[in-house]
């Protein structure tokens, strides 16, 4: 764990809302010089405070005007690794993130489709023939609020 003071903290708040500032933009913003803002951001990032910077991709704008969180049973745990059901859905374009969770799912699945018929082509023809599929339970997302997060 790395002790974060207030101006870094500030850089991660800023960062989150825009990863592509420069450093000499969010210098400027929080009172610094580009060279010390670069180093601090260095800093981050090599103890892996700051990960991957990711494009956000509006996909409702793409034609994905639906995203469901599918919960996934696996059936056959014995006869099934969780490698093979990780590496057969991680083949699926539509499936954006696989979570292996613990409660009553065994994954969490955030699926995106054109809509609800291309959600089912999806569910039917590619999720529950996946490796060990037992059952699953869908739930639909009708809006989602962007949180800050702890450093907000």
Do not use: C
């Amino acid at each position: 764990m790395i002790d974060l003071d207030a101006t870094d903290r500030a850089i991660l708040r800023a960062l989150q809302g825009d990863a592509t500032l420069k450093a000499s933009t969010l210098g400027r913003r929080l009172g610094l010089s580009q060279p010390a803002t670069w180093r601090r951001i260095k800093r981050l990032s090599d103890a892996g405070v700051i990960g991957a910077r990711k494009l956000d991709l509006d996909l409702e704008a793409l034609g994905f005007g639906v995203t469901v969180f599918l919960g996934v049973k696996l059936g056959l745990k014995g006869r099934v690794s969780l490698d093979d059901f990780e590496r057969a859905v991680a083949a699926i374009p539509e499936v954006q993130t696989v979570e292996h969770v613990l409660g009553l799912y065994d994954y969490r699945l955030r699926v995106v489709a054109r809509d609800l018929p291309d959600f089912e082509r999806v569910l039917r023809r590619r999720i529950m023939t996946l490796p060990g599929v037992g059952g699953v339970e869908a739930n639909v997302l009708l809006s989602e609020e962007r949180r800050p997060g702890p450093l907000g």
